[in-house]
């Protein structure tokens, strides 16, 4: 009787881990989704303060992704999608946080970065890494990302100022010819 009751504890301690995952990543690309970015970003400005230091939130938007879609159809597009994480998770740090947000954008949260250098470091590595086609199903696509960077607490000390502003440099990347970086200013103008 024990070994049984033992049996639907474990059981039940594996629905409760799985329905948890499910809650806080996303079934496309097995990433954090927006509820769980918003968990570790909250965290990270809680504990930089505390700490007195700096990190970077950058948000990722894949270019003309949309194109792709809308000639290859959607299940090549979640391929790419799983893809595009795999390779933005091989740029960053395991302290590093990388989410997707849903569409073609993907957000980080970088803790504990106190140079820019650092930030710019990991900003071009994600851009070299889409610089190889990706290969899905034997065919031969290329994508390309723009990425808006914000650093805490220069650029805002609440999430939601942090992400606009990543937001505001991002559309700034994109402007300025994609698949490149851009850092969050004060003279950025909001589009």
Known sequence: ???????????????????????THDSITGLPNRALFYDRLDMAIIHAQRNKERFAVM????????KIIHTNGHLLGESLLKETGIRIKKCIRKVDTVAYLGG?????VLPAV????????????????????FDINESLFTLTG???????????DLAEELLKNADIALYYAKDKGKNN????????KVF
């Open 181 to 188: 970086f851009q850092f969050y200013s004060y003279t950025l």
């Open 104 to 108: 073609d954008e993907f957000a980080l």
């Open 114 to 133: 106190m140079r820019k250098d650092n930030t710019i470091k990991v900003a071009r590595g994600i851009i070299k890494s889409f610089h190889d086609p």
């Open 1 to 23: 009787m024990i070994d049984k009751e033992k049996g639907w504890q474990d059981r039940a301690t594996k629905l409760q881990k799985d329905m948890s995952y499910l809650l």
């Open 146 to 156: 723009s990425i808006g960077i914000s650093i805490f607490p220069e650029h805002g």
């Open 59 to 66: 948000i990722i938007d894949l270019d003309d992704f949309k």
